[in-house]
């Protein structure tokens, strides 16, 4: 079982930069690939990152590609996510999610979930 607890969501102003943490209970953090998804109002939930369980590889939505870099840290059980240069169209609540996957981008293939937190880029 791997409990994710998403932090650093919050308000900021288009252009801005927000880092948001996904931390992990359990000791088979480094087992599992993790992604973060987003689901704005009125929309289905939408992959946004994912890292290997390494972290030697990353795979990125078209939106967010050259604006966001997910990294993670295994002695911490804690995965990143820096966003800059955000834009309205980022606002949306933002999950952690853990599984051991073969399509980073499928959400379906993601176990653990994290409960999200909000995100909103005023314009």
């Known amino acids: 079982q791997v409990q994710l607890v998403e932090s650093g969501g919050g308000l900021v102003q288009a252009g801005g930069s927000l880092r948001l943490s996904c931390a992990a209970s359990?000791?088979?953090?480094?087992?599992?690939?993790m992604g973060w998804f987003r689901q704005a109002p009125g929309k289905e939930r939408e992959f946004v990152a994912a890292i290997s369980r390494s972290g030697d590889r990353t795979s990125y939505a078209n939106p967010v590609k050259g604006r966001f870099t997910m990294s993670r840290d295994n002695a911490k059980n804690t995965v990143y996510l820096q966003m800059n240069s955000l834009k309205p169209e980022d606002t949306a609540v933002y999950y952690c999610a853990a599984g051991r996957v073969g399509n980073f981008g499928g959400a379906s293939e993601y176990t653990y979930w994290g409960q999200g937190t909000q995100i909103t880029v005023s314009s």
């Open positions: 359990g000791r088979t953090f480094s087992s599992y690939a």
